[in-house]
């Protein structure tokens, strides 16, 4: 039977998306195996079975939201089953930190029976503060990515135990608790529904864009990819968290890979 690498992502702005499946390519490459990604992102992706088989690997790949794994998540690795299979942990962070997101990601796969035999957290640029970690992942990103790949999929071949332990700490990182949050529509809107077709909770209103649903996450796709710059955050909150990321969160912070 051939050996499936299944690439599994969140990535409302298509970071994790990226580097996921750059990940999940390069493990196929030197392992001889198929890709099968999982887009978790939209409504109707997280309802998709995950089918894994005998040999079958996870790379699980998703942006850190607060420090830790996005609660969106959370259901969805909830029907995963592991016996066994070996998992690699990929978290995808804005240059600020990944706090507890990578240790909360391997002890939730452990939980769900993987091995995660390798992980890393790497950077992209910040979907609410997007002059911070502009261009990431750059060439040098990349080009550590794909070591790390070759070096996970030795970890893989070799059936390594799952690593001892993960940067972070027990207990994670509180959440804050997030004010309600709704993106504004401009009057440059031409209704073209691209935002509505790219929320991950499906909030935003098909034929009238500019009607917002509750529970926002302000995982900012919807002001990223319309086409007329027209959804923007406006509140006072968002502008206060943009301006300290801009101010405190420049300094260039590199990838970093546990094996
Ligand atoms: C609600 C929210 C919380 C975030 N929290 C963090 C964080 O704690 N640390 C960090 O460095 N970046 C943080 N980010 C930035 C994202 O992790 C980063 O932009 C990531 O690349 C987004 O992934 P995506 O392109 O797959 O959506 C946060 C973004 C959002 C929307
Ligand atoms: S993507 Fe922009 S222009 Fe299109 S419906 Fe949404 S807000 Fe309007
Ligand atoms: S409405 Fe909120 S959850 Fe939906 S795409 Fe926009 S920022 Fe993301």
Redesign the pocket.
């Known amino acids: 039977m051939s050996r499936i690498v299944h690439a599994v ?11 996921a499946l750059l990940l999940a390519q390069g493990l196929a490459r030197k392992l001889q195996a198929g890709v099968l990604p999982h887009d978790w ?1 939209l409504p109707a992706g997280r309802q998709e079975p995950v089918s894994l088989g005998a040999g079958d690997v996870l790379v699980f ?8 794994v ?1 609660e969106l998540c959370l259901p969805c690795l909830q029907t995963l089953e592991g016996a066994g299979r070996p998992a690699i942990v990929l ?9 507890d ?1 990578l240790l909360e990601a391997g002890d939730l796969l452990a939980a769900q029976g993987f091995t995660v035999v390798a992980a890393g957290a790497v ?6 503060a997007p002059a911070v ?1 502009t261009g990431r992942p750059d060439a040098r990103d990349l080009e550590l990515l794909d070591g790390f790949a070759a070096r996970a999929a030795e970890a893989v071949a070799q059936g390594r135990d799952a690593l001892p332990r993960l940067p972070g700490a027990h207990p994670y990182k509180r959440l804050s608790p ?1 004010a309600p949050a709704k993106p504004a529509t401009l009057a440059s809107c031409t209704r073209c529904g691209t935002c509505a077709g790219l929320c991950p909770l499906g909030i935003i209103d098909s034929v009238d864009p500019s009607l917002v649903g509750e529970g926002c ?5 919807c002001v ?1 990819f319309c086409p007329q710059g027209a959804k923007t955050f406006q509140d006072e909150r968002q502008e206060a968290i943009r301006s300290w ?1 801009e101010a405190s ?1 420049q300094k260039r912070r590199e990838p970093e890979f546990f094996l």
């Not at 992502?9 to 580097?19: A, D, E, G, N």
């Not at 790949?61 to 830790?68: C, D, E, I, L, T």
């Not at 950077?123 to 609410?128: L, N, S, T």
């Open positions: 992502y969140f990535s409302p702005t298509h970071s994790s998306k990226r580097m992102t790949g998703f942006p850190v939201y607060g420090g830790r996005p978290a995808v962070y804005g240059n600020r930190h990944y706090d997101a950077i992209a640029e910040h979907c609410i970690a997030s996450l302000r995982c900012c796709a990223k990321l969160c």
